[in-house]
């Protein structure tokens, strides 16, 4: 039965941050990535107004929360603490096309930037993950939608 018993958080922690450290990802490399991303994002004309009219003066607050949360799940630093669902289900403007182009700004983005190839699969398949959840907490399953019927 000794293969249920889990290991030990601080075990897993100290693989996770070596796991980044060996891909090259750091405190610098997600302040670029956050940083490089949004400036992206605020620029592109779908998307930016969409952000805009959300973050409006408070850009400095989203990017910290940004990089709190790529941190904690690059290597479980535990400083995000917010709640993804209900800050996207509450943006009433955006549809299933706009996770499309963002996935496509979040991949060029990590093409330009990352310090490896691993860390660009890293945080593609992490971020795909995670948007393929804000999609079904927002739209629910396409099979399931009735216009679809
Ligand atoms: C079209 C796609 C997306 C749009 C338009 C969008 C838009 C936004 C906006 C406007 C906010 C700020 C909400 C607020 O401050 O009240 C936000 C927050 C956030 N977004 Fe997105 N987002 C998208 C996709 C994603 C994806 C794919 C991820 C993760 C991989 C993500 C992660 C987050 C996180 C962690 C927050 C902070 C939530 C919090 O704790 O307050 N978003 N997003």
Redesign the pocket.
């Known amino acids: 039965m000794t293969e249920f018993i889990a290991r030990p958080a601080e075990t897993r922690r100290a693989e996770i941050r070596a796991k980044a450290a060996a891909m090259g990802v750091d405190e610098a490399y997600i302040a670029t990535l956050v940083e490089t991303f949004y400036g992206r994002?605020r620029a592109h004309p779908l998307?930016g107004p969409?952000?805009e009219?959300?973050?409006g003066d408070?850009w400095a607050?989203?990017l910290g929360?940004?990089k709190d949360?790529?941190a904690s799940?690059a290597f479980n630093a535990g400083r995000?603490?917010?709640?993804?669902v209900?800050?996207?289900k509450?943006?009433a403007?955006?549809?299933p096309w706009?996770?499309?182009?963002?996935?496509a700004l979040?991949r060029q983005t990590l093409e330009d930037t990352a310090p490896s190839p691993a860390a660009v699969l890293f945080f593609m398949e992490?971020?795909?993950?995670?948007?393929q959840s804000?999609q079904l907490a927002m739209f629910g399953l396409p099979e399931l939608r009735r216009e679809e019927r």
């Open positions: 994002i998307l969409i952000f009219e959300v973050i408070n607050r989203h929360t940004m949360f790529w799940v995000y603490s917010g709640k993804p209900p800050a996207h509450k943006l403007a955006v549809e706009h996770f499309t182009i963002w996935l979040f992490r971020a795909e993950r995670i948007a804000l």
